[in-house]
């Protein structure tokens, strides 16, 4: 009872008597931290869409290094402030914290963190194409507890930077300017082997999507239902990636047609 007792006015010396503490500035430093952040999150991406694709991704990935920098430097210019910073009372106030939002928020907790490791290891970047799960698309935002993704159909979906920790993250560009995109056909034979990568080639060269500093491969391999081939290119522009695998699809089945060569279904697996 005793110990209890004497820890209330313990606990009450690490705080800063109401008297002692600035809360003006302390809510000048909070609005000047919230308009900062606002006008860069509003700026840069304004700034990227208009700029060319390479600067457009740095832009894009400096948003969430400058609101995590702007929030850390924000916390250690208030605590100060508000608490008598020793290392008695940063160790206390750390445990107490750790403890009641380990319980109370384990998930969201979670979330930042992963979001934190994120900006280390960068799975993902603003800009990024990414599949996440069953979910692809481009990385629009990345938050300290989500990431927003634009898919092909124009849908937005916030992803929790938890998946980090138990899903496979597929990057298509990693930070690139460019990904591959894959255009599938499957053939019956018997057809000219040689004339038909060299069709497909030129049905790539001449599409008007085509990053020329690229290679194009053609990819031939034999399947149980007939010939595989995979005409596999990148795109000058990442966001006119479906125009681009429709436009290799459509001209490749007509070039397939061309040569008196008949496609044959995909099997299952392979949608």
């Known amino acids: 009872m005793a110990q209890q007792a004497s820890s209330s006015p313990e606990a009450a010396s690490m705080i800063r008597s109401i008297g002692d503490i600035d809360f003006v500035t302390i809510a000048l430093i909070i609005l000047g931290t919230w308009l900062a952040i606002t006008l860069v999150k509003r700026t840069l991406p304004w700034v990227a869409e208009r700029g060319p694709n390479r600067l457009r991704l740095w832009l894009l990935g400096a948003v969430p290094i400058f609101r995590l920098a702007a929030t850390a430097l924000a916390v250690i210019w208030i605590i100060p402030m508000v608490v008598k910073v020793t290392v008695e009372n940063f160790l206390v106030i750390a445990g ?27 799975p993902w970047r603003a800009g990024d194409w990414v599949k996440i799960g069953s979910d692809y698309g481009e990385v629009r935002s990345v938050g300290m507890r989500a990431i927003t993704l634009r898919t092909l159909h124009d849908d937005i979906i916030t992803v929790p930077n938890l998946k980090l920790w138990d899903n496979n993250i597929a990057n298509s560009n990693d930070g690139e300017r460019t990904l591959m995109c894959v255009a599938d056909f499957y053939i019956a034979p018997p057809f000219d082997a040689q004339r038909m990568r060299a069709a497909l080639r030129d049905v790539a060269l001449t599409s008007a999507w085509l990053c020329y500093d690229k290679p194009i491969i053609v990819f031939v391999e034999q399947a149980k239902v007939g010939t ?29 047609q061309a040569l008196g060569a008949t496609e044959v279904s995909a099997p299952a697996a392979a949608g």
Not at 233 to 248: A, K, N, T, W
Request: glycine share 8%; net charge negative.
């Open 228 to 256: 595989h081939i995979e005409l596999r290119c990148y795109p000058f522009e990442m966001r006119d990636q479906g125009h681009f695998i429709s436009d290799l699809t459509v001209r490749g089945k007509e070039a397939i």
């Open 96 to 122: 107490a914290v750790g403890v009641a939002f380990g319980f109370a928020f384990k998930d969201y907790i979670s979330s930042l963190i992963a979001g934190i490791v994120a900006q280390f290891e960068t």
